[in-house]
């Protein structure tokens, strides 16, 4: 069975891959895990273009073997992908976290280029992580 630390770790070394792949794509991180009582940031950062971009982390392991699965996980779809972990909540409550965000750092807006929310989906497979970066969601 995974528990809560287990799982916290796993999304936390996702998140630094994230951080990891965005820098390598000319992004410059400017915060992380901003949290709020209503939502929280995983990744906030200036796009190459300057655009402010709110990165939202999702990611799953998937197991080539259903069997080889922790018994809690075999009931789940083992397919499942990271985007799929993308709740319309979820989502409302990171557009508002954003807003807000935006709102109090005007400094970090530049004029014509605004901001956006993104989604990094990874999906860690034995010893490979697959990542697939979602503009502007």
Request: net charge neutral.
């Given at each position: ?46 796009a190459?273009d ?31 992908m ?56």
């Open positions: 069975m995974i528990n809560m630390t287990q799982k916290s770790e796993f999304g936390k070394e996702g998140e630094d891959i994230a951080a990891e792949y965005l820098i390598k794509q000319g992004f410059k991180i400017i915060n992380r895990n901003y949290r709020k009582p209503w939502g929280e940031i995983d990744i906030i950062c200036q190459p300057k655009t402010l971009v709110f990165v939202e982390v999702k990611t799953v392991r998937q197991y080539g073997d259903s069997s080889a699965m922790p018994d809690d996980r075999q009931a789940n779809n083992p397919q499942l990271a985007e799929d972990q993308l709740t319309k909540s979820k989502l409302a409550r990171l557009i508002r976290t954003a807003s807000l965000y935006s709102g109090q750092n005007e400094k970090l807006i530049i004029e014509n280029k605004g901001w956006r929310i993104d989604l990094i989906a990874l999906t860690f497979n034995n010893e490979r992580v697959d990542i697939k970066h979602y503009e502007n969601i």
